[in-house]
């Protein structure tokens, strides 16, 4: 796994096929250019990550992947999308319109060049 920075930090996501949620270990690739990079995703559970009370912060910037992302750690996808209600990031399986499985929030996917991501969230 890649070195992590000091602005490392885990947000939250949620798999659209089986509702569970997990971590994602976000960190900052390029500060200059704001690039964030998902570097990796565990199973989690909801009082786990309560327990761990991780940063609250938000950051806006593009995301790419690290080679070794793994993706959902439930249904292996990479893609994603975040709820524009809840911030939660969900695994997307190329549906246009989606329900998030954690807010029941329905909306159809834009395709975004940057993004908000919320660290913690539970
Ligand atoms: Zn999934
Ligand atoms: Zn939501």
Redesign the pocket.
Known sequence: MRKLSKEAFVTMGV???CKKPFGITVDLADERRNEYVFVWAFKINAEQAHREGYDSKTVHGGISYDPEYPG?P??E?QAFYICGKCGSIV?WHGDREVTCPKCGNRGVVEEASSFDIRGGGY
């Open positions: 798999c659209s096929k959902c439930y249904c996808e695994c």
